[in-house]
C-alpha cells in the first residue's frame, strides 16, 4: 500500500540536517544495527558527470568513449515502468538554494507501480532520458542501484524489484553522509568501474578540489602543494575536476568496463529485465 500524504511532513521535520551524527554507527554494534534496518543489500554506483569527462588523447579514440549518461540511457530502455518524483526528498526537506528540489528521484521497475500518485507520476522512456538531461544541465549527480531507504520512506516493494536513480546535490542528499558513516556502510556507494581521476603536471595546488564541502567523499587532499585523490576513498563523481581551473585533473572511462561492469554489479542486487 503506498505512504500516506501525510508522511511527508513528517519526514521533513525530522529530516537528519547534521549528518555528524552518523558518526555513532561507527560503533560495531549500532552500524551492524543501522545497516540492517536501513541498507542492507544496497548498491548504489556513482556516475561522474558527463561534462568532466576528458579524453586520454595518446590511449582513446573519442568517438569511442561512453559517457555515463549512457549506462541511465540503457537501464532506462530495459524497462517497462518509469515513475518520476515531483521532488527530492532530501533537497525538498533541507529547503535546498542551491540545486532545484523538484528535480526528483527516477524509480523503475514494478515495486515502482506502488508509490503514491500524489508524490510523482509514470513517464514514458523518453521523458526518463529528458529529465536525466535536466538534472545534469543542473549539476546533480547521479546514483544509481538499490537503495533499501527508498523502499522504507515509499512503503514499496521488494526492494530488487525498485531500480534507483537518484538525483543528488552535494549539500542536502546523502552525499553529505559518506565521510562520516563506517566502512561497512559508506562502502554500498561506490565508484563505477573503468572510471578514472588522475591528477595531472598542470596542477599548480590551488586547492579549489579540496574546498569544504566540493569533494562527495573527503578524498582529496592538497599537501605540499599538489592535489593528491585517495583512490579508495573517491567515488568519481567528477567534482573535483570541474571546480580546477587549471583543468589539471582528469576524469577518464574505460569503455570496455563501464557498461558491461556496472550492469553486472547492479545486476547483483536489483533486477534488471
Same mark, same amino acid.
Given at each position: 500500500?503506498?505512504?500516506?500524504?501525510?508522511?511527508?511532513?513528517?519526514?521533513?521535520?525530522?529530516?537528519?540536517?547534521?549528518?555528524?551524527? /552518523?558518526?555513532?554507527?561507527?560503533?560495531?554494534?549500532? &552500524?551492524?544495527?543501522?545497516?540492517?534496518?536501513?541498507?542492507?543489500?544496497?548498491?548504489?554506483?556513482?556516475?561522474?558527470?558527463?561534462?568532466?569527462?576528458?579524453?586520454?588523447?595518446?590511449?582513446?579514440?573519442? &568517438?569511442?568513449?561512453?559517457?555515463?549518461?549512457?549506462?541511465?540511457?540503457?537501464?532506462?530502455?530495459?524497462?517497462?515502468?518509469?515513475?518520476?518524483?515531483?521532488?527530492?526528498?532530501?533537497?525538498?526537506?533541507?529547503?535546498?538554494?542551491?540545486?532545484?528540489?523538484?528535480?526528483?528521484?527516477?524509480?523503475?521497475?514494478?515495486?515502482?507501480?506502488?508509490?503514491?500518485?500524489?508524490?510523482?507520476?509514470?513517464?514514458?522512456?523518453?521523458?526518463?532520458?529528458?529529465?536525466?538531461?535536466?538534472?545534469?544541465?543542473?549539476? /546533480?549527480?547521479?546514483?544509481?542501484?538499490?537503495?533499501?531507504?527508498?523502499?522504507?520512506?515509499? +512503503?514499496? +516493494?521488494?526492494?530488487?524489484?525498485?531500480?534507483?536513480?537518484c538525483n543528488c546535490c552535494p549539500c542536502c542528499c546523502i552525499t553529505r553522509a559518506i565521510p562520516h558513516m563506517p566502512l561497512?556502510?559508506?562502502?554500498?556507494?561506490?565508484?563505477?568501474?573503468?572510471?578514472?581521476?588522475?591528477?595531472?603536471?598542470?596542477?599548480? &595546488?590551488? &586547492?579549489?578540489?579540496?574546498?569544504?564541502?566540493?569533494?562527495?567523499?573527503?578524498?582529496?587532499?592538497?599537501?605540499? +602543494?599538489?592535489?593528491?585523490?585517495?583512490?579508495?576513498?573517491?567515488?568519481?563523481?567528477?567534482?573535483?575536476?570541474?571546480?580546477?581551473?587549471?583543468?589539471?585533473?582528469?576524469?577518464?572511462?574505460?569503455?570496455?568496463?563501464?557498461?558491461?561492469?556496472?550492469?553486472?554489479?547492479?545486476?547483483?542486487?536489483?533486477?534488471?529485465?
Amino acid at each position: 500500500m503506498a505512504r500516506p500524504d501525510w508522511l511527508l511532513g513528517f519526514i521533513r521535520k525530522t529530516f537528519p540536517r547534521d549528518m555528524r551524527k /552518523l558518526r555513532f554507527t561507527r560503533l560495531p554494534v549500532a &552500524g551492524r544495527m543501522v545497516e540492517r534496518m536501513f541498507f542492507e543489500g544496497d548498491r548504489l554506483v556513482c556516475l561522474p558527470r558527463d561534462a568532466t569527462i576528458q579524453v586520454d588523447r595518446e590511449v582513446a579514440d573519442p &568517438g569511442q568513449m561512453v559517457l555515463p549518461t549512457a549506462l541511465v540511457d540503457h537501464v532506462i530502455d530495459r524497462f517497462d515502468f518509469h515513475f518520476l518524483m515531483n521532488f527530492c526528498i532530501c533537497r525538498d526537506s533541507m529547503e535546498c538554494r542551491d540545486y532545484p528540489p523538484h528535480l526528483g528521484c527516477l524509480f523503475m521497475g514494478e515495486a515502482a507501480r506502488g508509490i503514491n500518485e500524489n508524490w510523482g507520476r509514470p513517464v514514458t522512456r523518453e521523458e526518463a532520458k529528458a529529465h536525466i538531461r535536466t538534472c545534469q544541465e543542473k549539476g /546533480l549527480i547521479h546514483f544509481v542501484g538499490k537503495s533499501k531507504l527508498d523502499t522504507l520512506w515509499l +512503503g514499496v +516493494g521488494p526492494g530488487e524489484n525498485l531500480f534507483t536513480v537518484c538525483n543528488c546535490c552535494p549539500c542536502c542528499c546523502i552525499t553529505r553522509a559518506i565521510p562520516h558513516m563506517p566502512l561497512r556502510l559508506s562502502e554500498k556507494i561506490v565508484r563505477a568501474p573503468g572510471v578514472t581521476v588522475t591528477v595531472t603536471d598542470e596542477c599548480v &595546488g590551488c &586547492g579549489a578540489c579540496a574546498a569544504d564541502g566540493l569533494c562527495i567523499a573527503g578524498a582529496v587532499r592538497v599537501p605540499d +602543494g599538489r592535489a593528491v585523490i585517495s583512490d579508495a576513498d573517491c567515488r568519481g563523481c567528477g567534482r573535483c575536476a570541474e571546480a580546477c581551473p587549471q583543468g589539471a585533473i582528469q576524469v577518464t572511462v574505460d569503455p570496455e568496463r563501464f557498461l558491461a561492469e556496472s550492469l553486472d554489479q547492479l545486476a547483483a542486487v536489483v533486477h534488471i529485465p
